[in-house]
C-alpha cells in the first residue's frame, strides 16, 4: 500500500500552496505506518529541496507548470491512465489542483486538495488563459477526485455552491503556522530592523502582489491615516504575482513611493521579527482560501487587522478586528482603531499567540490521514 504525495508546489513555491506543500509533508511523516513517495513536475534548475525529506522515495517529471498541467487536463479528458509515473500507486494525494490522471484497474484511491476558487468568483483578477484553464479543468477533477479537503469552511461552501459537489465528499482540514513562528525577542527585531530599514511605525502585508490582495486600496488607506498618523508607513513583504501594474500606478498616483517600502526577499528566520516589530499585520484581501498569514502574524504576537471576507474570520476568531474590503471608509476605521489605542495593541499581541496555537500542522496531519484511510479502507497511522 504506496501513499503518494504531489509535492510539485512545495519544490517550486516559495509560499502559499508551497508552504502547504512542505509543512503537511514534514508533519504526515511521524504518523504513517509506511514512509510516503514523492512525486513533483519541476523544470530543471528552478526546484527548491525540500529539506529534511531527500531520503524519501521520489519521481519526477521535467515538464514545467503550463506543459504539465495541459497533460494532466488531457489525460483525464481522454480516460488516459499515468500511474507508469508513480509505480505501486495505491493512494494519491494531489496537494494542489492538478489532479493526475489514474483511471484504470486497479482502482487507485484519489485526494485533492483545493485551495479556493477565486478564479470563478473573482474572474477577472485572474489572466485570461489561467482562468480558462481552471474554469474548464477544476470542476473535472473535482469530480474525479474519491475526496476533496479544504482547508477552510469558505472554501467548503463555495465547492457545494459552484459545483454541486456533496457535502460529505468534502472534509476541511487547516492549515497551521509552522512551528518557528513565535514572538520574536527585542535583539532579533532590532537586528532585523536594521537589516531591511524598517521604521518605527509600520503596517506589515505580507503576499504576492495580484488584484485580490487589494493592495490599491490599502494604499489609498494609508495616505488617509497619514494625515492622523505621519510616521506611518507600509511594508510590503511579497513578490509580484500577476497583474501587479494598478498597484505600483497607485502608488505613482497618489505620490505615496516614499511611505511603501518593499524590503525584497524576506527569509523565514526573519520573517517572525517582521511580524513582530510592526504596528499592525493587514491583510485586505478581498478573498482568502486560508491567509496563512494572519496565523503567522499572530503567532508571533502581531495585532491583525484584516478583511471580513471568506475564510479569514474562521482564523482570526475574537482575536483579529475586521473591515470591509471593498470600502476605504471602513478600512481606514478599522486601522485607525486600534493604531490609535496602544493598550488594545497590547492586549492583542497577548491574545494572538493562543489564538495561532488552536491549529496545528499535527492535527492537520491526523485529519488528512483520516481521509486516506476512509477512502483506501485501510489503516495507514502507526499512532492510534
Same mark, same amino acid.
Given at each position: ?19 502547504? $506543500?512542505?509543512?503537511?509533508? =514534514?508533519? &504526515? +511523516?511521524? @504518523?504513517?505506518?509506511? #514512509? ?7 523544470? *530543471? ?106 482547508? $477552510?469552511?469558505?472554501?467548503? =461552501?463555495? &465547492? +457545494?455552491? @459552484?459545483?454541486?459537489? #456533496? ?7 487547516? *492549515? ?209
Amino acid at each position: 500500500m504506496t501513499l503518494y504525495l504531489d509535492v510539485s508546489a512545495g519544490v517550486n513555491v516559495s509560499s502559499g500552496l508551497g508552504r502547504y $506543500s512542505r509543512s503537511l509533508t =514534514h508533519a &504526515l +511523516i511521524p @504518523h504513517l505506518e509506511k #514512509p510516503p513517495a514523492l512525486f513533483y513536475n519541476t523544470i *530543471e534548475g528552478r526546484t527548491k529541496p525540500m529539506a529534511g525529506l531527500e531520503n524519501l522515495p521520489a519521481m519526477r517529471v521535467k515538464l514545467g507548470y503550463k506543459a504539465w498541467r495541459m497533460a494532466v487536463w488531457m489525460g483525464q479528458l481522454t480516460g488516459r491512465d499515468f500511474r507508469r509515473l508513480t509505480p505501486g500507486v495505491s493512494i494519491f494525494h494531489a496537494m494542489e489542483h492538478l489532479l493526475m490522471p489514474l483511471n484504470r484497474q486497479p482502482k487507485v484511491a484519489t485526494i485533492m486538495t483545493v485551495h479556493d476558487l477565486i478564479f470563478e468568483l473573482f474572474p477577472e483578477h485572474h489572466k485570461t488563459l489561467n482562468h480558462l484553464f481552471l474554469t474548464r479543468a477544476m470542476p473535472l477533477f473535482v469530480r474525479r477526485a474519491d475526496a476533496i479537503i479544504t482547508v $477552510s469552511q469558505a472554501s467548503k =461552501h463555495d &465547492l +457545494i455552491q @459552484h459545483y454541486g459537489t #456533496p457535502a460529505e465528499k468534502i472534509t476541511v482540514v487547516y *492549515e497551521a503556522a509552522d512551528a518557528h513562528f513565535q514572538p520574536p525577542t527585542p535583539e532579533k527585531i532590532a537586528e532585523v530592523r536594521a537589516k531591511y530599514h524598517l521604521p518605527e511605525q509600520y503596517l506589515v502585508v505580507v503576499g504576492a502582489i495580484e488584484p485580490r490582495k487589494n493592495y490599491s486600496r490599502l494604499v489609498e488607506a494609508l495616505m488617509i491615516l497619514r494625515e492622523k498618523h505621519p510616521d506611518l508607513k507600509l511594508v510590503v513583504v511579497g513578490s509580484k504575482g500577476w497583474l501587479y501594474e494598478p498597484f505600483f500606478e497607485r502608488i505613482e498616483e497618489l505620490r505615496a513611493g516614499e511611505h511603501v517600502i518593499f524590503p525584497g526577499y524576506v527569509p523565514d528566520e526573519d520573517l517572525p521579527a517582521v511580524y513582530g516589530a510592526a504596528t499592525i499585520t493587514v491583510m485586505a484581501s478581498v478573498y482568502e482560501g486560508f491567509g496563512l498569514p494572519i496565523l503567522e502574524a499572530m503567532a508571533c504576537g502581531s495585532p491583525v487587522v484584516c478583511s471580513q471576507s471568506s475564510s479569514l474570520p474562521e482564523l482570526g476568531g475574537e482575536v483579529a478586528h475586521y473591515f470591509d474590503p471593498f470600502n476605504i471608509e471602513a478600512m481606514v476605521a478599522g486601522l485607525d482603531g486600534v493604531l490609535g489605542d496602544e493598550a488594545l495593541q497590547q492586549k492583542m499581541r497577548l491574545a494572538g499567540p493562543p489564538q495561532a496555537a488552536q491549529f496545528s500542522w499535527e492535527r492537520a496531519a491526523r485529519e488528512t490521514i483520516g481521509v486516506y484511510e476512509q477512502i483506501a479502507g485501510v489503516e495507514l497511522s502507526k499512532i492510534p
